[in-house]
């Protein structure tokens, strides 16, 4: 497999802070790779560094291209991030949300992909007329990540998708990312602190501590893993 | 009751052109959450290059059409050279706030030294009569309804706002660039990540804010007569209470609060003689009413976001 995404030795921060140190990560095509990390590791600042929402050292390159430095012209890449905070356009309704997902795409196929993701996630069919920001969390996730796959993305970016929704709601969305990585064969990328839920549709993971990879192998090794156990995931 | 009809139809028309002011700042209120306070006098400027079109003897409808089209251009290149710099999340709001006083100020001298310091005449894009003593002339009659004549001033203001606002509509609702600027107003990290431009989407808002700036001033000129330094600060007081009264996000709230605005000064002008030098005062009497009532103003919405 070669890589789709490849971060060599990346470090980046905010102004003078710097909060990345020499990442190097990977994400080969069909993979659901997660990274874990306690709060403050840097895990949403990685996948800022990916979008270029920060200044960034470093090699950061996709299907073997440099990526862009703009949010915008990675977003063109084919890179969908569902940023933390879901970050909907609230006073939208949501078919207007999805359809700004697809407004970069010049192909006429944007309608069957807005009826594709309804029937994937048929509470957004029910909502389609109402604003992005009367909705559940539940359901706003949903909205975003439909949005980001609207972009018809090589790769999905997720930070943190269970934040702020309840248990049951969470393990449903990770069923849903695994059967869109099993069924579509969408490649996925996502940050979570909830670590028993990620590896279990994961492939393969990485751990940051304070801005560095400490460890990284594949999902199963990682859960076996006594320290990783203890330190992440809690049992 | 005759007298009634005369100064509703006054409002009306000066409403208009409050409308189109309020609109410009409702635009850019709503994709960067800045009063522009430099709208009105854009605006004058836009004017005063209008005359000097008319005054090299262009015809009054080409002349507003490319004065249009020039403010888009000024308007746009005001936001990407002055307001950018300073205006963003991590800067103070008082910078941007100074700059447009700068703006405010000097637009204002800009246009009297480079066009003209005097009231100059504006021709009327709509039907007039001659009259000795105006090189403009006088606004044409319409119609006469009931004894109350109708000016063709009136009906042009209307109608021009009426197709703009139309336009706008259109424009916001029902094309994919309408729906990129909402985007990038609502949320511009999240339009980025979708792969749209923000930047150049509020550059977009300028650009609109300050073609519509121009019709208002060119319109507001004409059913004056003539054009002088100090004929939008007025304008942009008016406008400014009119999406306060309407409620800052509300393109419909402009149009309502203007019209309110300009037939409640109106009335006061007419009805209310020992205030007729002061009428200032009933609008800005409705929009504290109003704001004491509903903070958002009458049409303007509190988002409430649920997490």
């Keep these: 497999m070669s890589a789709l995404l490849s971060l060599r030795g990346v470090t980046g921060g905010y102004g003078p802070v710097t909060v990345l140190h020499d990442i190097d990560l990977e994400v080969a095509e069909g993979e659901v790779v997660v990274v874990l990390g306690a709060n403050g590791a840097g895990k949403t600042t990685t996948l800022r560094a990916i979008v270029g929402e920060i200044a960034t050292r470093g090699e950061r390159r996709f299907a073997g291209e440099p990526l862009p430095r703009t949010p915008e012209k990675v977003a063109r890449a084919g890179i969908g991030l569902v940023p933390q905070g879901r970050g909907t356009f609230a006073e939208l309704t949501t078919e207007e949300n999805l359809r700004l997902g697809a407004a970069m795409r010049r192909d006429a196929d944007v309608r069957r992909d807005l009826e594709h993701w309804y029937e994937v996630f048929p509470r957004l069919r029910e909502r389609r007329d109402q604003p992005a920001g009367s909705m559940s969390g539940g359901e706003q996730q949903m909205l975003a990540i439909a949005r980001a796959l609207m972009l018809r993305p090589r790769l999905l970016l997720l930070d943190e998708p269970s934040l702020g929704l309840a248990p049951l709601i969470t393990r449903e969305l990770f069923e849903q990312l695994g059967r869109l990585n099993r069924e579509e064969g969408l490649t996925v990328l996502v940050v979570e602190q909830n670590a028993n839920l990620a590896l279990e549709i994961g492939h393969r993971a990485y751990v940051l501590e304070t801005g560095r990879i400490v460890a990284s192998g594949p999902a199963d090794q990682l859960r076996g893993d006594d320290a990783i156990r203890k330190a992440y995931l809690g049992f | 009751m005759e007298l009634f009809f005369r100064y509703l139809l006054n409002g009306i028309g000066n409403g208009a052109v409050y409308a189109l002011v309020a609109l410009a700042l409702v635009l850019i209120f709503r994709s960067t959450g ?22 090299l003897g262009l015809a009054i409808v080409p002349t507003i059409a490319i004065a249009v ?50 009231a100059e005449p504006m021709p009327k894009p709509w039907p007039t009569v001659a009259s000795p003593g105006d090189p403009v002339g006088r606004n044409a009659r319409f119609a006469e309804v009931g004894g109350v004549p109708i000016s063709w001033s009136v009906v042009a203001l209307l109608l021009s706002l009426i197709v703009l606002a139309g336009l706008l509509y259109l424009l916001f609702q029902r094309t994919k660039l309408g729906l990129m600027l909402r985007a990038a107003a609502s949320n511009p990290a999240s339009a980025r990540l979708v792969g749209i431009n923000s930047s150049n989407m509020l550059m977009l808002g300028w650009a609109l804010a300050a073609g519509l700036g121009a019709v208002a001033g060119v319109l507001a000129a004409a059913d004056r007569g003539s054009v002088n330094p100090g004929l939008m600060a007025v304008v942009l007081v008016y406008a400014f209470a009119a ?27 007419g009805y209310v003689k020992a205030l007729s030098t002061i009428e200032l005062v009933v609008p800005f009497g409705l929009i504290l009413l109003v704001l004491l009532v509903r903070p958002t103003g009458l049409f303007g919405r509190k988002v409430v976001e649920r997490v």
């Design chain 2, 34 to 55: 800045l009063l522009n306070l430099a709208q009105g006098e854009m605006a004058l400027f836009s004017t005063y290059f209008a005359w000097k079109l008319t005054d």
């Design chain 2, 69 to 118: 089209v020039a403010s888009m251009f000024g308007g746009a290149l005001i936001e990407r050279t002055l307001i950018r710099p300073v205006h963003g999340p991590d800067k103070s709001p008082l910078n941007v706030l100074i700059v447009m006083l700068g703006l405010f100020l000097g637009l204002n001298a800009l246009a009297q030294l480079i066009f003209s310091d005097d």
């Design chain 2, 243 to 269: 999406a306060a009264l309407g409620g800052f996000d509300s393109p419909i709230g402009a149009v309502v609060g203007a019209m309110i605005v300009a037939i409640a000064e109106a009335m006061t002008i």
